[in-house]
């Protein structure tokens, strides 16, 4: 069985560079999530797809960010010129609803580090 | 920003014993949702219960919701050990005109079962 895998699991970077991260949903869900949280905190959404459309992004978004999903399969999360401040879990999620969010199949998130 | 607020935010019981959590919301939802984290891990979703249900049980877990009240109940019988995470409710609202639904999860509740 193919859960919603996310990879890496942990990067640490040095402020200043860019990092991606890649989600890839459980098959034919599609919706997919973006989260972020951090300690002690519950998920803030980010932004969300459904199939390769991106509908919906959170103010927290800055310019800085960026996520696609090409042909509506996997995704990726790019945070250029990553500050100390970025330092969170990112967690992507998926799911079938028609029409609202319904349940969210969550990966095991990527923890960032910027230093 | 965070529309539900779960309370308490720790709990430490004897394992056996029932734990009971809260969450409070802000605006009206289509649903609110229970989900669960081990530290470190992705979120896993434990019951959903529709603005329209006051009532809903999975197994060991049993959720109420009073509209009303804008408050939401979630009690895990005979704890065990392996209950130990942290728990998270979260409100699906509707925004942005028909069919944009967000969900928006609480800082959540800490629990911890001593065995």
């Known amino acids: 069985d193919t859960g919603v895998s996310q990879d890496p699991r ?12 890649r989600c890839d949903p459980i098959s034919e869900h599609n919706r997919l999530y ?23 992004k959170s103010r927290l978004l800055s310019d800085r960010f960026s996520a696609e999903r090409p042909k509506g399969s996997f995704s990726t999360l790019e945070i250029q010129r990553t500050e100390q401040g ?30 | ?5 779960e309370d308490p935010q720790a709990l430490s019981i004897q394992e056996g014993e029932n734990a009971t959590m809260n969450c409070s919301y802000k605006t009206s939802i289509n649903n609110l949702q229970w989900y669960r984290q081990n530290s470190g891990r992705g979120l896993v979703h434990l019951i ?34 392996a209950d130990t995470a942290s728990y998270f409710c979260a409100t699906e609202i509707s925004y942005s005109g028909a069919g944009s639904y967000q969900l928006t999860f609480g800082k959540g509740t800490k629990l911890s079962v001593i065995p």
């Open chain 1, 34 to 56: 973006w989260y972020r949280q951090t300690l002690g905190q519950g998920p803030e959404f980010l932004t969300y797809f459904q199939n390769e459309a991106q509908l919906e």
């Open chain 1, 86 to 115: 970025d330092s969170a879990m990112y967690l992507c999620a998926s799911s079938s609803s028609p029409l609202n969010t319904g349940e969210l199949f969550f990966g095991e998130g990527s923890r960032l580090t910027v230093l």
């Open chain 2, 1 to 5: 920003s965070q529309q539900g607020e």
């Open chain 2, 48 to 81: 959903l219960i529709r603005s329209n249900e006051r009532e809903k049980h999975s197994g060991r877990l049993r959720v109420t919701l009073d509209t009303s009240k804008k408050s939401s109940s979630l009690l895990i019988t005979a704890s065990r050990a």
């Open chain 1, 10 to 21: 942990h990067k640490i970077t040095k402020r200043g560079q860019n990092v991606t991260f």
